[in-house]
């Protein structure tokens, strides 16, 4: 992570790993990092720029409205610094708009530039909150910044508690990744405003079981710990990939499935018992037959949050 005493003239690099929000019934609440990252290498200019690679390249190297610009300028307007021009160099790997973090990866990522480069004395809880104000929920900037699992909740408008938990054993996970995208704001708006005292008693408790099956390595409790009531049922037309991959729960290999984030992409939990191959082809073939198509990325839980480093 960058340092609070960090020369500001020096060129910075960032790397900031991809995030799945949700994990079934811990809706705004729990979130883990996983092994794939955009990676950032800034330096003062005359003026802003960017060159990108990897993943949506045409999205990363827009300067107009770009989030992390965007996020960077806010933060030094706010704290009456001068906003200093800055080249960046882009590399992506996290999919975006598709439910994996990339709006808390960008949204942190300016923060960090910005408390970097105007040398801003902000504690982690600081960054970590004003993320989470700007994301409306705490759990993928949380997740993001700390790595591993993180359990978090809003105490204030710019303030999250956070808690970093450490699962025990072996988690292998396979992200299925549809082509089309689908916007944070259209997933919350098929949510309802009120929920049955049952649905709510039914989240609590899954959610409890959920970290314990972490916490205690209990990869026998996931399959109904991963049920949930509040945010699934509604968005699974928007995201058909997990009513059909959700038929899967059980067979070889697969622990059980989730939406990752608001979706439209699904977070599947593996027995690392089970050769990942043959789960994969598994997964394909399910798929298939049921008339669609994902991109499958076989990855874990990532046990380092960003950091920061000086080229």
Known sequence: MPTKTANPKRPLRLSLPATSANLGPAFDAAALAMDFYIKLDARPAEEFSITATGRDQEICAKLEDHLILNTYRDVLEAAARPIIPLSLKIANDIPIGKGCGSSAAARLAGIALAVHFSRLRWTDAQIIGEAS??????????ACWMGGLTVARMSGEAEAQVVRVRPKGKWPLLLAVPEQSLPTEEARRVLPTQYSRADAVANVQNSMLLLAAFTQGRRDLLSAALEDRIHQPYRAALCPLLPCLQELKGKEGIL?????????SVLIFLDPRAPLGKTSKLVAAHLSRSGLSAELLSTRIASRGARGSKP
């Open 133 to 142: 104000r700007r994301e409306h929920h705490p759990d993928n900037a949380s």
């Open 256 to 264: 059980g499935s989730a939406l990752s984030g608001a979706g439209p």
